[in-house]
Structure formats: structure tokens, C-alpha cells
């Protein structure tokens, strides 16, 4: 979820990696990179502190692009992440009990859910609100 500021813009960006692949450090920081290059601002990430967060890759990345800076949730705050939002609701109440056949369908409807919510931004603040967290 990005949150301009300036103008209380919210906006959603994506990428799943292929079925049965996890996020590492560089899959991270690759992210990161393709947000910063549609953004083209500086950049305040606000995130949980887990290993690919902070590992040796986001940290060499973090050093040379002095413009974004990162600041960490508090330990054990799930609930201040507008993110950890976004999964819950999509979750428990977009794809629940669809009964889905395979992990196939199951991409196909997250990308439809996450794709649905790039065209909400007043759904993504009112999922940023409800952490409680102000700008």
C-alpha cells in the first residue's frame, strides 16, 4: 500500500512469485525497486522487522538510495499494518469459502482481488484507518 501525503492518495502495488516460491531478500528488494521507479519520490517504508526486511540485501539497496528510509512496526503489532489489512480482507471476506479446485484458481482470484483493489483507494484508506495509525 503506498499513501501520498501530500495529496491522500492511496494506492495498491503487487507481484506474486511463481507458485510454491518465497519472498527473499532479493525478491524484496526487486519489489521495492519497481515501486520506487512508478513512485519517483522519496520513499518512507514502514514495515515489520523480518529477516528480508533487513537482511544484507535491503540493507546494500537502503545505502545506495539514500531517498527511502525505512522505519519499522513496533515488535508484535500485526495489527498497525494496513498490509496485514489488506490480506484480511481478502481473505476473510472476498475469497472465503469459494471452495477453490487448485492453487491455480487460487492465484487467479487473488490477482482478481488485488487488481479490484488498485481501483479502490477509498477502500485501501479505509483499511489504513482501521489500523488507527494517522499520516
Known sequence: MTI???????????HLLKDNANFHGDSV??????VRRKIRSPI????????????KPMNDYLATHPKI???????YAPELNPVDRVWGYVKYNRI???????????????????RRLQKR??????????????L
Open 121 to 134: 483507494p477509498d477502500l485501501l484508506e479505509s483499511l489504513f484507518n482501521s489500523t488507527g495509525l494517522t
Open 44 to 55: 518512507v517504508l514502514v514495515w515489520d522487522a523480518i529477516l528480508i526486511h533487513r537482511g
Open 69 to 75: 528510509v525505512a522505519v519499522p512496526f513496533p515488535p
Open 4 to 14: 501520498s501525503p501530500k495529496r491522500n492518495r492511496f494506492a495498491f502495488h503487487f
Open 96 to 114: 472465503a469459502n469459494h471452495g477453490l479446485p487448485n492453487l491455480t484458481e487460487l492465484r487467479k482470484s487473488i490477482m482478481a482481488e488485488f
Open 29 to 34: 528488494v526487486q519489489f521495492i525497486e519497481d
